[in-house]
């Protein structure tokens, strides 16, 4: 019987907690439960959906011990938690407890990107499809099938693309 070496486990695990001290305050906070980590001046706000926690120091300490989850990096002063979001609109990121974060035009870009890439690991993927409803009609975004098939046909595309 192969003994299990506790000791590994704990090196390899990831950290479950960030621990948060300031002058008057002292709070260990689970890593899952934040949304928002923002930087202002020496001061750096952890934001989650129950509490706001601020101290003084840097946000490289603790971008150490979010690595290899779903938090990403826009802009140099804040880090945002993928897990929390609930859509990304009008240069704003809003997260499911209410909160938002205004982005500037190219980092709201990339956020989006990244978020899309968060999205595309954990399927199933849902795309709307047109459904007929029995009595009455829904105007549709696609076009019928008929013609999505006649647009779709290879030789009457060839021929209307030679010349006369």
Not at 21 to 41: F, H, M, T, Y
Not at 126 to 136: A, D, F, R, V, Y
Request: net charge positive; glycine share 4%.
């Amino acid at each position: 019987m192969q003994k299990y070496d506790y000791q590994k486990k704990r090196r390899t695990a990831l950290p479950e907690y960030i621990s948060v001290i300031s002058a008057n305050k002292c709070a260990k906070i689970r890593i899952d439960d934040i949304e928002v980590i923002e930087q202002e001046g020496r001061k750096v706000h952890v934001i989650t959906a129950a509490k706001d926690y601020s101290f003084y120091g840097g946000l490289n300490t603790i971008a150490n011990s979010l690595a290899e989850r779903a938090f990403y990096r826009p802009i140099k002063r804040l880090i945002i938690n993928l897990d929390h979001i609930s859509d990304i609109s009008n240069y704003s990121v809003n997260f499911t407890s209410g909160q938002s974060v205004a982005l500037g035009k190219n980092a709201l870009l990339s956020t989006k990107r990244a978020y899309k890439r968060y999205l595309l690991r954990y399927p199933p993927y849902t795309i709307w499809e047109p459904m007929e409803l029995s009595g009455g009609s829904v105007s549709e975004p696609y076009t019928s099938e008929e013609k999505l098939f006649r647009d779709s046909d290879p030789d009457k595309k060839g021929q209307e693309k030679l010349p006369n």
